[in-house]
C-alpha cells in the first residue's frame, strides 16, 4: 500500500511539473507575441509618419511646381503684352487681338476676334511669345475695341452722372478680358437701375452689369 501511494504521489509531482512546464511555455509564448505585437505597432507608427512626411513633402513640391508654373505664364503674358508697347507711351493692340489671360487652372488663353482667326494671327503670337505654350480662344471684341468704349464710357458717366440717383453714382467699370465685356459693378444691380444707367450714361453690346461685392471691414 505504501509502495502505491510513493507511486501516486511522483504522479502528481510529474503531473504538476508537466502542467507548470505548459504554462511556463504558455506565458513565453505571450510575452514573445506581445513584443511582436509591440513591434508591429511601433513598424506601422513609423510608417504612418513617413508616409506623411513623404505626403507633406509631395504637397510641397507640388505647390512648388504650381507657383514656377504661373510665374513663367506671368513673364509670358507680360512679353506678349509688351510687345504691343510703343515709343509713344501708348499700346497699340492689332484689331484681332482681345487681350490674354491666365485660369484658375494654370493655362495661358489669348483671345483672338472670331473673324480674323487665321495662320496669320496665330504666327504672330507665337513670335511674340516666344514659344507655342498657350491656347487660343475666340472672342467678340478686340482689347482696342474695349478699351476704346470704356475711355468714352468714362467720359460721359462723369459728364452725366448727376442724373442718376446716389447708388448709381458710385458706379465702376473695368474689362473683364476672360468674358470679352465691360463689367459695370453696380451697388443694387437691379433691372430698374440696369435700366436707368443705359438711358441717362450710354448703352453697348459690351457691357455687363453686375452687382458690386459688399466689403466687410473687421
Do not use: W
Amino acid at each position: 500500500m505504501k509502495i502505491y501511494f510513493k507511486i501516486f504521489i511522483l504522479l502528481l509531482i510529474s503531473c504538476s511539473g508537466n502542467h507548470q512546464q505548459q504554462e511556463n511555455d504558455i506565458q513565453q509564448t505571450n510575452n514573445q507575441d506581445k513584443k511582436n505585437l509591440a513591434y508591429i505597432i511601433g513598424t506601422n507608427k513609423e510608417t504612418t509618419i513617413e508616409n506623411k512626411n513623404l505626403q507633406f513633402l509631395i504637397e510641397k513640391d507640388s505647390i512648388f511646381r504650381k507657383d514656377s508654373i504661373l510665374k513663367i505664364l506671368e513673364e509670358r503674358k507680360i512679353r506678349l503684352d509688351h510687345s504691343f508697347y510703343r515709343k509713344t507711351g501708348n499700346f497699340d493692340f492689332p484689331l484681332y487681338y482681345g487681350g490674354s489671360y491666365i485660369n484658375k487652372n494654370n493655362l495661358l488663353f489669348v483671345n483672338i476676334v472670331d473673324s480674323l482667326d487665321n495662320i496669320y494671327t496665330k504666327s504672330d503670337i507665337i513670335n511674340r511669345i516666344g514659344n507655342k505654350d498657350f491656347k487660343i480662344k475666340k472672342c467678340s471684341y478686340s482689347l482696342k475695341m474695349l478699351g476704346d468704349t470704356l475711355n468714352q464710357l468714362n467720359t460721359v458717366f462723369n459728364r452725366n452722372k448727376y442724373l442718376l440717383k446716389e447708388n448709381l453714382k458710385t458706379s465702376n467699370f473695368e474689362i473683364n478680358i476672360e468674358n470679352n465685356v465691360i463689367l459695370i459693378l453696380l451697388e443694387d444691380s437691379t433691372m430698374e437701375n440696369i435700366q436707368e444707367f443705359k438711358r441717362n450714361i450710354m448703352d453697348s453690346p459690351l457691357f455687363h452689369f453686375s452687382q458690386k461685392p459688399i466689403l466687410y471691414l473687421h
